[in-house]
């Protein structure tokens, strides 16, 4: 089915308004997952349909003035009322993943979910969804948000709020445009937000100005006491215990962006952060140019993402996972990495 296809069906069956529809971020969301969320959910306030956000978690504090986001309910402290709307809904939204494994605790139920899956996402390899619009190319899920908005709806229904939330998206998910960003297309579709009234001073400030002292704490922490350069490898590497994220009062987030520092320096192409978490050990990888961190984190520590961009989770006790890290970089820098630096 074309894409123009697949729009017209989405559209035929959202055009009944006794349809109750789930929206769904990955676990640990991000700022594209809340954008697109928070995107969505405004839209379908604005089309008159009955819609609610759904999250195995909790959305950390940088994201809860999107509009619609702090409305969401968490399957941690409600888990009945996403059980029951989900029993209800005919239509789930899978934003910003392409995989139901990565909905946490709500994998399970929505495995067994009946209705129709509506997935929006710019990860490789998409699993199943009955609309499924999934691109790669694109710097976000909330870039393709919003070509799928304009094409399906016209451009004059995304007002301000919808814009902030899909700017949010953008912004976050190429590092303030960075990376994943040398497509002309994504400049275009920040010009048109801008035209349909987003605010992007206050989207920065919600965005990257209101931290608190313990997390630009942690972060020097990180960098300071933490950060270690392999000598056989243009790797990074930044272990952080629980104990360091108590001592520095550690909210969901704070964490955000630590681990693409390592890649301002020049020898360094690789860098990894592996936090300890309650039940597990959580990996995140990035890389600079071609190198593939994703086949890295898929292969040995349960994961996967973007080229770039990837991450993955063991339970493991920390210095274990660190010590795999280092084991299997043998083989990653020799087989995926022809870069001769370092
Ligand atoms: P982060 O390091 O920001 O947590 O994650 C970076 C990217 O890696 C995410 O956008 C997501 O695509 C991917 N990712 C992170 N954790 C996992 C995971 O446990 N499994 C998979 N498949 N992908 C992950
Ligand atoms: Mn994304």
């Known amino acids: 089915m074309t894409a123009k296809e697949t729009i017209q069906r989405l559209k035929q069956r959202l055009a009944d308004p006794s349809l109750k529809i789930a929206i769904i971020p990955h676990i ?58 989900l029993r209800e809904a005919g239509l789930l939204c899978m934003l910003d993943h392409n995989t139901l494994a990565r909905e946490g605790d709500l994998e399970p139920i929505t495995r067994k979910f009946r209705g129709e899956i509506l997935m929006i996402d710019h990860h ?44 949010a998206g953008i912004s976050t998910d190429t590092g303030c445009l960075s990376h994943n960003s040398s497509r002309p297309r994504t400049y275009r579709v920040i010009a048109d937000l801008l035209a349909l009234g987003m605010q992007k001073e206050r989207v ?34 930044i272990p952080v215990t629980r104990q360091e994220l108590e001592k520095f009062d550690f909210k969901d987030g ?24 309650k039940e597990r050990v959580k990996f995140s990888f990035r890389s600079k140019g071609e190198i593939p961190v994703n086949l890295w984190a898929k292969r040995y520590f ?18 274990e996972c660190v010590q795999l890290l280092r084991e299997s970089a043998a083989w990653f820098f020799s087989e995926h990495v022809n870069d001769t630096r370092g």
């Open 204 to 237: 920065h400030d919600h965005l990257y100005q209101r931290c608190s002292l313990s997390r630009l704490r942690l972060e020097g922490h990180c960098l300071l006491n933490k950060m270690t350069i392999e000598e056989e490898y243009p790797l990074a590497i």
């Open 302 to 319: 349960g994961g996967g993402g973007h080229r770039n961009a990837a991450g993955g989770q063991l339970a493991l006790p920390l210095d």
């Open 254 to 277: 704070d964490l955000e962006g630590v681990v693409n520092m390592p890649l301002a320096i020049e020898r360094v192409l690789v860098s990894v952060q592996i936090t300890e978490r």
């Open 28 to 85: 640990s969301p991000d700022g594209d997952a809340a954008g697109a969320c928070s995107a969505l959910w405004q839209l379908f306030d604005a089309l008159g349909m009955q819609a609610r956000l759904l999250s195995c978690d909790y959305f950390p504090d940088y994201l809860r003035w999107l509009p619609r986001v702090s409305d969401a309910i968490s399957f941690q402290n409600r888990p009945g009322e996403c059980k029951e709307w």
């Open 124 to 167: 490789p390899d998409p699993e199943g969804a009955t609309y499924r619009f999934s691109d790669t190319r694109v710097s976000s899920t909330c870039e393709l948000l919003y070509t799928l908005i304009a094409k399906a709806w016209g451009k004059a229904i995304i007002h301000p709020g919808i814009a902030n939330a899909l700017y």
